[in-house]
């Protein structure tokens, strides 16, 4: 019994010293939703803003025959896949999903070539047959506008020699309680239909639309990383706070059978002691 109570008191420390861990995880990842929430609600305007202009733009390069291969698309063949993933574990699941999805959509285009953002990510499918051309660890924990450029010029480089689509798969964010997984094609850019402008553009058409395609792309990714960030997040944060009440949970449940091994451990000795005093008594 001794061995028992010892063996409670043990696993009792180790799970408050574990429920420290995930309370303050939860935590953190509380104030991260909040700020990255902040910055992606700050980053949607200018999509609302620039998309019906590109649209119109593209609308009126149909109409002039003009075209152009971010809006209107090339001959390559091939697929790339931007996989927006997490470089830390412990947010439920959220890398699983992601990673399946991707699987889904390489298994479907066996000559995809992958851009993996994140250590979930690279570890998984660097010992798949598919071709990785670019990895993004632990670089948009926070993801800046100029991040969102380097990615974009990174897949314009592929896009038209490589491959004639990308897509990205990420964790879109719902709300606090709602994160789905989406496949999205990103190149060539997907526009909604648009009547023609009646624009006078210098100093050529095309290349306003070239270079404001190019601006919405940036966009685009860098509410895709927010997306994805904010859904992390506030995945970790309820991943954490399931993990804090199962410990309290399972505490309260130890405490009441160390309570019980040692009274008895208790009840045990001092039936020693009594059993001892009655034999002295009898001599």
């Known amino acids: ?32 939703v ?3 929430r902040k910055a992606l609600t700050a980053a949607r305007p200018f999509s609302e803003a620039a998309l019906p202009l590109l649209a119109g733009l593209a609308a009126t390069l149909r109409q002039e025959s003009l075209h152009l291969d971010l809006l209107h698309g090339v001959n390559a063949r091939g697929q790339g896949l931007l996989v927006v993933n997490s470089d830390r574990g412990l947010c439920g699941r959220y890398v699983g999903d992601i990673n399946e999805a991707a699987e889904k959509f390489a298994t479907a285009h066996p ?25 993004y660890l632990r670089s948009y924990d926070r993801p800046s506008p100029a991040f969102a450029r380097q990615v974009a010029e990174d897949l314009l480089e592929l896009y038209g020699k490589d ?17 789905k997984v989406r496949v999205e094609r990103l190149l060539p850019l997907p526009v909604p239909e648009a009547q023609p402008l009646n624009l006078l553009v210098e100093p050529a058409l095309e290349e306003v639309a070239q270079g404001l395609a190019r601006t919405v792309l940036v966009g685009r990714l860098l509410e895709i990383f927010l997306h994805a960030k904010t859904a992390e997040h506030a995945i970790r944060r309820e991943a954490m706070k399931a993990a804090t009440d199962n410990a309290d949970e399972l505490l309260e449940k130890l405490v009441v059978q160390y309570n019980k091994a040692r009274q008895h451990r208790i009840t045990a000795e001092l039936a020693d002691i009594m059993g001892g005093a009655e034999a002295l008594r009898e001599e």
């Open 111 to 135: 000559q995809v070539l992958l851009l993996l953002g994140g250590d979930k990510a690279y570890r998984p499918f660097r010992r798949r047959p598919w071709r990785i051309v670019r990895t």
């Open 163 to 179: 491959v004639g689509e990308v897509h990205a798969v990420y964790m879109h964010f719902r709300g606090e309680l709602v994160q």
């Open 34 to 36: 909040i700020q990255r």
């Open 1 to 32: 019994m001794p061995a028992r109570a010892r063996y409670l008191y043990r696993r009792i420390h180790n799970i408050r010293h574990v429920r420290q861990i995930t309370s303050a995880m939860y935590t953190i990842a509380a104030t991260q």
